[in-house]
Every structure is written in structure tokens, then in C-alpha cells.
């Protein structure tokens, strides 16, 4: 089993930065790939970036292409989201998730995390 804790959400305004953090416990992520999904109020859950087991595969969904990165470390068993220039429209609970395959479908993951609040200002 893998357990996932997200960290490093909050409130800041547009344009600002945020890094979150997905730390894994339970064993090793080494060998996992790794996505990241937000939900806002009344919307569905929806893919962000995906990062796969080795660090050298991402996608993004176009709506964060160019100011969001992922990222991970193996030694701290952690991936990262950083997230620059915040609009409005990237508030949500962002969710990271481990799977078999670097997937935008929700579907490839098999282990989730309890999600962490971002709210961006105007």
C-alpha cells in the first residue's frame, strides 16, 4: 500500500506562486508514476500533469502548460507541483496520485492522496 499526503496548498493572489508537495509513505514510489488532478466546486475531478517513474516523461494539461512543473525526488520519496503564475480559475483541491502508466485519465491511478486546498485571489 502506498499512502500519499499532499502539503503546501493555500490562498494566494493571481499571479503568485504555490509549491505542493505529495509526500508517499508505505513503500517506495521509485517505481510509480506519478499524477497530479484538481477539483473545483461543482466540477468534476480533472487532469493537471503527470510525471512518470523515472522523471523524464511529463504532460500537462493545456490549461497549465508552461506554469505548472512537475517534478520528483526519490531520495525524499516526494513529487512536487510547482505552480507559477496563478490565475482565478486554478482554484480547486489538488490531488496527487500514483499508478502503472503517466496517464491524464484518473483511471491509471490506483492510489490517491486526501487532497490539498488551492485558492487563487483576483
Known amino acids: 500500500q502506498v499512502q500519499l499526503v499532499e502539503s503546501g496548498g493555500g490562498l494566494v493572489q493571481a499571479g503568485g506562486s504555490l509549491r505542493l508537495s505529495c509526500a508517499a509513505s508505505?513503500?517506495?514510489?521509485?517505481?510509480?508514476?506519478m499524477g497530479w488532478f484538481r477539483q473545483a466546486p461543482g466540477k468534476e475531478r480533472e487532469f493537471v500533469a503527470t510525471?512518470?517513474?523515472?522523471?523524464?516523461?511529463?504532460l500537462y494539461a493545456d490549461s497549465v502548460k508552461g506554469r505548472f512543473t512537475a517534478s520528483r525526488d526519490s531520495a525524499r520519496n516526494t513529487v512536487y507541483l510547482q505552480m507559477s503564475s496563478l490565475k482565478p480559475e486554478d482554484t480547486a483541491v489538488y490531488y496527487c496520485a500514483a499508478g502503472s502508466s503517466a496517464s491524464s485519465s484518473w483511471s491509471s491511478y490506483n492510489y490517491w492522496g486526501q487532497g490539498t486546498q488551492v485558492t487563487v485571489s483576483s
Open positions: 508505505g513503500r517506495t514510489i521509485s517505481t510509480y508514476d
Open positions: 510525471i512518470n517513474f523515472s522523471g523524464a516523461y511529463t
